[in-house]
């Protein structure tokens, strides 16, 4: 049984930094490309940065230069570094594998872990 599990989120001040977890089991992790997704109230999911087993990156316009998504293949875990977040920045944030690129798509998703930056 896959399970992906967040963790990291929590109430920061605009301009502070977060690190957001997910631990992996149930799935052959070094070999995925593993994504961080977000969603906001009232608003569609959102892709925003992805990691390949070759550790090849990706990251939405929104979040480039702001966050830095890496993997722990000894310990099942992928992260995403927060830093400069933003009010709008606040959503839930979902890991996913595997990840197809081209659709954006994945089988298996968390739960979710709440962001919340205040202004």
């Known amino acids: 049984q896959v399970q992906l599990v967040e963790s990291g989120g929590g109430l920061v001040q605009a301009g502070g930094s977060l690190r957001l977890s997910c631990a992996a089991s149930?799935?052959?992790?070094?070999?995925?490309?593993m994504g961080w997704y977000r969603q906001a109230p009232g608003k569609q999911r959102e892709s925003i940065a992805s990691i390949t087993s070759g550790s090849t990156t990706y990251y939405a316009d929104s979040v480039k230069g702001r966050f830095t998504i890496s993997r722990d293949n000894a310990q099942n875990t992928v992260y995403l570094q927060m830093n400069s977040l933003k009010p709008e920045d606040t959503a839930v944030y979902y890991c996913?594998?595997?990840?197809?690129?081209?659709?954006?798509?994945?089988?298996?998703w968390g739960k979710g872990t709440l962001v919340t930056v205040s202004s």
């Open positions: 149930g799935i052959t992790f070094t070999i995925n490309t």
């Open positions: 996913a594998a595997p990840v197809r690129v081209s659709s954006w798509s994945a089988d298996y």
